[in-house]
T-cell receptor, first 115, second 108 residues
């Protein structure tokens, strides 16, 4: 595909359940970002990868959140023991070059609802 | 203090009107700046990059004032299709900081 894809598009989880969200960036894109967007808010930075290296994870809200990009392409965001406050849209974005203020291309997001 | 502050609106303007959005950012080390638009329940999409003092792209003009740490977006001759949320995004270090967004509705 030509764009960033994410799966699943919608996820409903019971509180305490673990979830895994997948991001397929645009082929060849070096930089990959994860964001969390709560209703009525702008996207909040979670973490950043340059190829397979996670260079910044300062935005991850707790140690229940974990992200990886082992081969420098597909990335997975894992949330353990989900809580209701984790309910949000999780957006993935990729960029062709090293993060230096270049255009990010966003995926459609995964809408997570924790009951 | 928030990294980015925007007036959330909503701004309701008639077709053909000119509308301006303002944004302030707190980190003077911010290196570059962007405006993204986000349609309801969709992902953000880049509208404009803002380098040096500003730039223009058709009906859209973005300006940057580093001394005041202020960015603006001007939309001339508003179209119905401009209805969206406009997100101000300074880039600092490895992070893009998104504002809460300003909601615009263009009315026929």
């Amino acid at each position: 595909g030509a764009g960033v894809s994410q799966s699943p598009r919608y996820k409903v989880a019971k509180r305490g359940q673990d979830v895994a969200l997948r991001c397929d960036p645009i082929s060849g894109h070096v930089s990959l970002f994860w964001y969390q967007q709560a209703l009525g808010q702008g996207p909040e930075f979670l973490t950043y990868f340059q190829n397979e290296a996670q260079l910044d994870k300062s935005g991850l809200p707790s140690d229940r959140f974990f992200a990886e990009r082992p081969e420098g392409s597909v990335s997975t965001l894992k949330i353990q023991r989900t809580q209701q406050e984790d309910s949000a849209v999780y957006l993935c974005a990729s960029s062709h070059e090293l993060a230096g203020g270049n255009e990010q291309f966003f995926g459609p997001g995964t809408r997570l609802t924790v009951l | 203090r928030k990294e980015v502050e925007q007036d959330p609106g909503p701004f309701n303007v008639p077709e053909g009107a000119t509308v301006a959005f303002n944004c302030t950012y707190s980190n003077s080390a911010s290196q570059s700046f962007f405006w993204y638009r986000q349609d309801c329940r969709k992902e953000p999409k880049l509208l404009m990059s803002v380098y040096s003092s500003g730039n223009e792209d058709g009906r859209f003009t973005a300006q940057l004032n580093r001394a005041s740490q202020y960015i603006s977006l001007l939309i001339r001759d508003s179209k119905l299709s401009d209805s969206a949320t406009y997100l101000c995004v300074p880039y600092t270090g490895n992070q893009f900081y998104f504002g809460t967004g300003t909601s615009l509705t263009v009315i026929p």
